[in-house]
């Protein structure tokens, strides 16, 4: 069953690891009479601002969509610009990354990204890679089917060359071929923006998480909203299948 962290009965109970579906950047910028470009802008100020409030608030895992295998079908024109913005994040992060520790990971199709953010991605990967207490994942070319496309092409290679056997057929052994091998599951996933879908976001890993929606475009989302999310989190009842009498003395016995 998964791990939720304890916290004294006066603080919240932390989800471990957080997912976001960072939503809104082109609104907030249509509001404002603005390029949808400079609603990209802001919203990378908001990723500086909410990986480190993650932080603070004691979360260990972060996770954003931030580039989704379906977000080649947008305009030209605006996918070089998020191309763009993506690098340029990368070299100003690199040595804050490091001076604070920050390892950073990615899940999804990398290899078909630009070759300047893949150099990019591979340096701050290769350089924070030591780091244990605190992780960024950057979801880039992500989307949860083409995942379980990969995995089960893996998967059915590790047959054929005996590494996985066809009669271990468990949720384990398959997960092992996921990009999200060895890492644990979400148990918060927040979608900002007032849309309430998941977009083909983490489906799998995210059986069990709770999920919360909120109408906060992106750019405008705080480390006040992300205290709030978790606050929402910490109130409610993780039952993974089991009845609520069940969990209760679960609960207890940690206490």
């Known amino acids: 069953m998964p791990h939720a962290s304890q916290r004294p009965a006066d603080k919240p109970i932390v ?14 910028a249509k509001q404002r009479g603005l390029p ?27 996770t954003l969509y931030a580039f989704s295998a379906e977000n080649w079908n947008r305009p030209r ?28 990971m990615t ?3 990398i290899e078909d990204l630009p070759a300047g953010v893949r150099r990019h991605l591979a340096a701050t990967v290769e350089e924070t890679k030591g780091f244990t207490d605190y992780t960024l994942v950057l979801a880039l070319n992500y989307g949860s089917r083409t995942e379980v496309a990969d995995a089960a092409r893996s998967y ?30 979400p148990d918060l996933v927040i979608r900002t ?10 489906l799998l890993q995210a059986a069990y998480a709770e999920f919360i929606f909120t109408p906060v475009l992106w750019p405008d989302f705080t480390k006040v909203d992300l205290a709030a999310a978790i606050e929402d989190y910490s109130r409610r009842e ?18």
Do not use: C
């Open 238 to 255: 993780r039952r993974y299948g089991l009845t609520s009498e069940q969990v209760k003395p679960a609960k207890a016995a940690v206490k």
């Open 36 to 62: 949808r470009i400079e609603g990209h802008r802001r919203g990378v100020e908001t990723v500086r601002t909410v990986t480190y409030a993650a932080r603070d608030l004691g979360v260990r895992m972060l």
């Open 193 to 202: 923006s007032g849309e309430t879908r998941v977009s083909n976001f983490l």
């Open 15 to 28: 989800p471990r690891h957080v997912a976001i579906i960072m939503d809104g950047n082109g609104r907030w």
């Open 77 to 104: 024109a605006e996918v070089g610009a998020l191309m763009g913005l993506l690098e340029l994040y990368l070299k100003k992060e690199l040595r804050t990354f490091v001076r604070d520790r920050v390892r950073l």
């Open 107 to 109: 899940i999804g199709r």
């Open 156 to 185: 059915a290679a590790a047959v054929a060359s005996g590494r996985e056997r066809l009669d271990d057929g468990s949720w384990e052994r398959f997960a092992r071929h996921l990009y999200t091998f060895g890492m644990p599951d």
